[in-house]
């Protein structure tokens, strides 16, 4: 269906600077508000990462940059950047999970399971894990909220990726009534947060006291430790068994188990809340109700503009010269993928595609998200449940998370207007 012109360039749009103009939109107010309550430093990072034309070096934290381009050499160049050394995600893991990361998650290991894992998330698989977990629970959550009950969409977000963690990875599930079992989603949900927020504080240093090794370890073991019996027999809806008939070991399956509970639980249940927020705050719920087609790019601009993982880190490996600038292995760069996403402009759900920028909110390259369609299918799922009835909706209140990895809120209350 062809798009009229007035939609594709709306007179609203002005040119934003992503950071300084943060109060210029209520959409950009909540989304900088959000960002400083779950850590401080962060916009103060996105301001300068404006001037780092296309690196600057920031004193105590090393290389940064925001130029979409220059973050997809980087993350594109194994040959000169790691995360496997201090200062990277993979060196916070080995110190968990033992010295086969360095093997697996960015050694020749790596290639191998990306390749056999390739199949794990598509388009398809990823709509029927959606589904499968979710169909119970979206359709209580529609009944109640089509019929004008307010929905505390963060909360519920939470919930649902803790159902999908049980669905995935085959943990027994919770009881039998519905107020318990939310609280069993909920308490799964918290234990893959509280996994993840061992690397809170590392953006600096990657190397873990004792104590936290120490727990991070319980947790894994409280959350793979069924997989040795269960990986010979576990059924093909769950990961476990996707993995075992893809031709992964147990050891491989175990440790990818671990990083999708860490990589997908925080940063999913962030967009879906932040992409309600955006959907209302722009008032750009109403042109996708008019326009249900341009539900894809709904999803993707909220990725972009949300870009749940606003920075990835790297170390230099070798010496090399980028953007003009000579870097020195054993230097720390930090992509600032917030800000680079940002810069192309306002949450709009007609925006085209971004070749610049591809899908830099999963990042680029060898570590690209595994999860990315499964992602997709959640924030669809969410953007389906909020609007499929063709009725708009308001936010009531929000709460913003503070302290926390991923920033997302705490609590989002939405209704039916
Ligand atoms: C909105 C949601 C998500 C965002 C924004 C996101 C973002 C990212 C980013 C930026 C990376 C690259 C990190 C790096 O290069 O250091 C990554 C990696 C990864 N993500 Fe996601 N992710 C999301 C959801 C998911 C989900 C739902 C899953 C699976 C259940 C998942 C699984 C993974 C895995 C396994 C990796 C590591 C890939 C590798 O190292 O080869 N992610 N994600």
Redesign the pocket.
């Known amino acids: 269906m062809p798009v009229a012109e007035d939609l594709r360039a709306p007179a609203r749009e002005r040119t934003l600077n992503p950071v300084t103009d943060g109060f210029g939109s209520s959409a950009r107010a909540h989304e900088h508000r959000l960002l400083s309550a779950a850590r401080p430093a962060l916009p103060v990072l996105n301001w300068l990462g404006m001037f780092a034309k296309p690196l600057m070096k920031v004193p105590g934290l090393g290389w940064i940059t925001a130029d979409p381009l220059t973050a997809r050499a980087v993350?594109n160049d194994p040959n000169h950047f790691t995360?496997l050394s201090e200062g990277g995600?993979g060196h916070l893991w080995a110190q968990i999970l033992g010295p086969w990361v360095y093997e697996l998650?960015d050694g020749p290991g790596?290639y191998d399971l990306?390749t056999r894992s390739r199949e794990l998330?598509t388009e398809k698989t990823s709509a029927a894990f959606v589904e499968h977990a979710w169909h119970d629970r979206l359709e209580d959550a529609r009944r109640t909220f089509e019929a004008g009950e307010p929905l505390d969409l963060a909360d519920l977000s939470r919930i649902l990726v803790g159902q999908?963690v049980v669905s995935?990875l085959g943990l027994p599930a919770g009881t039998s009534s519905s107020e318990s079992t939310d609280d069993a989603y909920r308490e799964i949900f918290r234990t893959g947060e509280e996994l993840a927020s061992t690397a809170l504080g590392t953006t600096a240093d990657t190397v873990l006291p004792p104590h936290k090794i120490a727990r991070a370890r319980e947790i894994v073991e409280r959350l793979t430790g069924h997989i040795d019996l269960a990986f010979a027999t576990a059924s093909g809806d769950t990961i476990i068994g996707r993995c075992r008939e893809l031709g992964l070991t147990l050891q491989e399956t175990k440790g990818?188990s671990t990083?999708?509970m860490v990589?997908?639980t925080e940063?999913?249940a962030?967009?879906m809340a932040r992409t309600a927020a955006l959907l209302y705050d722009t008032g750009e719920q109403h042109r996708l109700i008019e326009h249900p087609e341009f539900m894809e790019g709904a999803v993707r601009e909220a990725?972009r503009v949300t870009?749940?993982?606003p920075i990835?880190?790297r170390s230099v490996l070798a010496d090399l010269s980028i953007g003009g600038r000579e870097l020195k292995a054993g230097e720390r760069i930090v992509v600032l993928?917030w800000t680079a996403n940002n810069l192309a402009g306002e949450y709009r759900v007609d925006r085209a595609y971004i070749p610049q920028n591809r899908q830099l909110?999963?990042?680029a390259?060898?570590?690209?998200?595994?999860?990315?369609p499964?992602?997709r299918a959640?924030?669809a799922s969410i953007v389906g449940l909020l609007l499929g009835d063709g009725r708009p909706f308001r936010v009531v209140s929000r709460r913003y998370g503070r302290r926390v990895l991923i920033p997302a809120y705490e609590s989002l209350v939405v209704q039916k207007v």
Do not use: D, K, N, Q
């Open positions: 993350l995360l995600v998650f790596h990306r998330f999908m995935l990818l990083l999708l990589a997908g940063t999913a962030s967009a990725l870009s749940p993982a990835i880190g993928t909110w999963f990042g390259g060898r570590h690209l998200c595994l999860g990315g499964l992602a959640e924030l």
